[in-house]
């Protein structure tokens, strides 16, 4: 560019002659030899070409998280993965047998782990560091552990931040909400007793709470008694400040599970442990209704890992992670055909679900609600199945399901969370949406439409997944649901955001919404802000 005496730049062209299209492509290309790749010091082509630093690659196929299934695959696919890498003191691990152990050791419930108990863990899992991966890396995504969650428990809640600290609000005629009083709290309260401890997984039954540290500890507060029924007897007497349970402090605790009659935890090595219930042998143990100390559940499940365990109306789901593939059993009450098996028999003993081969269905997450269960396959396909009362389903109609079935309905949505309750499903999809049906009562479904011949805030049932369009209005993708599962207690909802914010919606009578409600309001039909950060 050239100054003008005006102070205007002027830009100056170059003459640049003009060829046709034809003579610019068939103007001879300059042609190059192509080489072969070669590893250092090696003269066979088709060597992985930084197999001269094999120290990089450990640190890109860590820092990125790559899959198990993917470290398998370069395994597969090329030699230089699965020989030995050298490097001490694991010297004959491979690079993908590396880079999974260095991504176990990230995991929180790893970290405290002796070698003996890695050891041990490797070999129960399969004798891979791989499947390890996959074993843990399966908890986290079904349980949210150690990421923010919020529990709509029977008439009191439970929030957890993704720093470990708890909030509770609502009912607390027992002291389930652990400040030392038994007094309601309609907004959101730090549990004060709990400061230094991190907590990484909620659980909440009617007039109880349990609490999981990072550590392993669990503690409980509200009723003393894990074999309570849901509604009745209230326990010896009540635990109004978090209170370790003293049975289960050999055992790493890794999440809780309460329903009506029974508690269940399950450990870090993948065992689960019942309290209570088994009177009749429906848990395959004798036990009186106020036994403190937790049994192994064994039969089938003895030697299998666990990852997720999810409790509804006197019966238990079980998500196994195995070399083969995940699977879920079943134990308990068989009313409705909730178990899943053909029948409506009770089972003692842990059940394979077989259904679920048949559908070439790898289960992901379960959820147990009162009356029904659903599950999430990896390949985003939703299956329910028990009693289907008001539409809890989804299948259009309230037949009910001894077996799982895929709801058609969903077909072309790609599920990746599930939660249930009383008659009541919800599921969140891969970009955020929300889809909800069953019992319409109490607004805990969100949809906000009123039946004709119903008061002002009741609802309508839903027989088909549908789009809760109040939660597309946060503008931020929900991760996570959570919505009350008791038959006795209305429901209330929750869907948390990935940026940790909040929503309530449903009952709101105790304070278990954590938002104010206008004079005479006893629910609320639309997702309302719970001013609480869970980030």
């Known amino acids: 560019m050239d100054a003008t005496p005006s102070g205007k730049s002027s830009v100056q062209y170059q003459k640049i002659p003009e060829q046709t299209i034809t003579t610019i492509v068939t103007s001879p290309i300059e042609t190059f030899q192509r080489q072969q790749r070669h590893c250092s010091g090696n003269a066979s082509p088709g060597e992985f070409p930084l197999s001269a630093n094999p120290s990089i690659v ?24 699965r020989r030995p890498a050298h490097f001490a003191p694991e010297c004959e691990l491979s690079l993908s047998e590396l880079a999974a152990l260095d991504m176990c050791r990230m995991r929180a419930i790893f ?20 499947l390890v991966l996959r074993f843990l890396l399966a908890g986290e995504a079904c349980t949210r552990r150690e990421k923010s969650q919020a529990i709509a428990g029977p008439g009191h809640s439970i929030a957890v931040t993704s720093k470990g600290a708890v909030y509770s609000f609502g009912s607390n005629n027992t002291g ?23 907590i990484i997984q909620a659980s909440a039954g009617a007039g109880q709470t349990m609490l999981i540290s990072d ?40 999440q809780a599970a309460i329903g009506n009659f029974f508690t269940a935890v399950l450990s870090r090595e993948g065992r689960v442990y019942t309290f209570s219930w088994g009177i009749e042998s429906k848990l395959g143990h004798q036990t009186e209704a106020n036994d403190l100390q937790p049994r192994p559940l064994l039969g089938p499940l003895e030697n299998i890992r666990v990852v997720q365990i999810a409790a509804g109306y006197c019966y238990l789901l079980a998500l196994a992670c195995q070399p083969s ?11 409705g055909g909730k178990l899943g098996h053909g029948t409506r028999n009770d089972e003692k003993q842990p059940r394979l679900i077989e259904q679920f081969q048949s559908l070439n269905l790898q289960p992901v997450v379960v959820a147990a609600g009162a009356w029904h269960a659903a ?7 939703v299956c329910t199945w028990g009693w289907g009362r008001y539409g809890c389903l989804g299948h259009g109609n309230e037949e009910s399901e001894s077996v799982p079935k895929t709801v058609e309905a969903l077909s072309n949505v790609k599920a990746v969370h599930v939660a249930t309750g009383d008659y009541t499903t919800f599921v969140v999809s891969d970009n955020g949406d929300v889809y909800s049906f069953g019992c319409g009562e109490s607004s805990s479904l969100g949809h906000n439409t009123v039946a004709e011949d119903e008061q002002e805030n009741r609802q309508v049932n839903v027989l088909s997944p549908k789009l809760v369009t109040s939660l597309k209005q946060v503008n931020e993708r929900v991760v996570q649901i959570s919505l009350t599962n008791s038959i006795y207690w209305n429901a209330h909802t929750f869907a948390l955001t990935e940026s940790g914010k909040l929503y309530a919606f449903g009952a709101g009578d105790k304070g278990q919404l954590g938002v104010e409600l206008v004079a005479n309001q006893t629910e609320r039909p639309n997702p309302e802000k719970v001013e609480i950060d869970l980030s």
């Open 58 to 81: 450990l640190h890109v196929l860590t820092a990125c998280n790559l899959d198990p299934q993917d470290l398998a695959k370069l395994e597969v696919t090329c030699l230089f993965f």
């Open 111 to 130: 970290k405290p782990m002796t070698d003996k108990q890695r050891q041990e863990l490797k070999q129960m899992c399969g004798g891979s560091w791989k």
């Open 176 to 198: 389930q909400l652990g400040h030392g009083t038994t007094d309601e709290e309609s907004r959101p309260r730090l549990i004060r007793s709990l400061q230094g401890i991190r």
């Open 215 to 254: 550590t392993g500890k669990v503690y409980a507060f509200g009723k003393n008694s894990f074999g309570d029924a849901e509604f009745g007897p209230l326990g010896n007497k009540f635990v109004t400040i978090p209170q370790l349970v003293e049975s289960l402090k050999d055992i790493f605790v890794v």
């Open 325 to 335: 593939g995940m699977s879920v059993y079943s134990v308990g009450c068989g009313l």
């Open 375 to 381: 599950v999430v396959g990896k390949d985003g396909r």
